[in-house]
T-cell receptor, first 113, second 116 residues
């Protein structure tokens, strides 16, 4: 069965600092991987996805993620965090291109001024 | 497009009552998903439809839960009878398996259900 682990429940960074959110997955075949962001009281918004090809994928809002098969990881990065990035971030894996998503537990990001 | 529309946004009901949550997917999307989000269990997929047909309902917690999709623009999730442990935020999402947005799920704002 597929699973996703986000080791950090909470992360606090200063505005302007760099950010890396960790995601590890477990899946037998080539995974389809996603990062979503959820602002308080809202639904989830897709930041980026990886299906195949270049292992470094660019997303919206200046985010990027790198797929590392050897480490079963798909970490999310941003070079300079803005206060508006404060939200909860979810990593997800799918067995077939977006159906049957399995989500990690989420990482709540706080941004200090 | 207005995005995925869910109603109501908030629902407070008493234990034992029937609850119906509604969802209108994005026009042209052929997949529809229902999720539940709780602090204890996180985000869980309950059921999903393809072209109005239920494909996998293995996440539906028990027989008190049922979901229908009578046409491409409307779906319901019903809980009868409701229990306090059903309190959660329920999300609907839709996606299309064609084009450049292949596999991307678009989420509605959710319905916050409180069962007292």
């Amino acid at each position: 069965a597929q699973s996703v682990t986000q080791p950090d429940i909470h992360i606090t960074v200063s505005e302007g600092a760099s950010l890396e959110l960790r995601c590890n997955y477990s899946y037998g075949a080539t995974p389809y991987l996603f990062w979503y962001v959820q602002s308080p009281g809202q639904g989830l918004q897709l930041l980026l996805k990886y299906f195949s090809g270049d292992t470094l994928v660019q997303g919206i809002k200046g985010f990027e993620a790198e797929f590392k098969r050897s480490q079963s990881s798909f970490n999310l990065r941003k070079p300079s965090v803005h206060w508006s990035d404060a939200a909860e971030y979810f990593c997800a894996v799918s067995n077939n291109a977006g159906n049957m998503l399995t989500f990690g537990g989420g990482t709540r990001l706080m941004v200090k001024p | 497009d207005a995005g995925v529309i869910q109603s109501p946004r908030h629902e407070v009901t008493e234990m034992g009552q029937e609850v119906t949550l509604r969802c209108k997917p994005i026009s042209g999307h052929d997949y529809l998903f229902w999720y539940r989000q709780t602090m204890m269990r996180g985000l869980e997929l309950l059921i999903y439809f393809n072209n109005n047909v239920p494909i996998d309902d293995s996440g539906m917690p028990e027989d008190r839960f049922s979901a229908k999709m009578p046409n491409a623009s409307f779906s319901t999730l019903k809980i009868q009878p409701s229990e306090p442990r059903d309190s959660a935020v329920y999300f609907c999402a839709s996606s299309s398996q064609g084009g450049s947005h292949y596999g991307e799920q678009y989420f509605g704002p959710g319905t916050r259900l409180t069962v007292t």
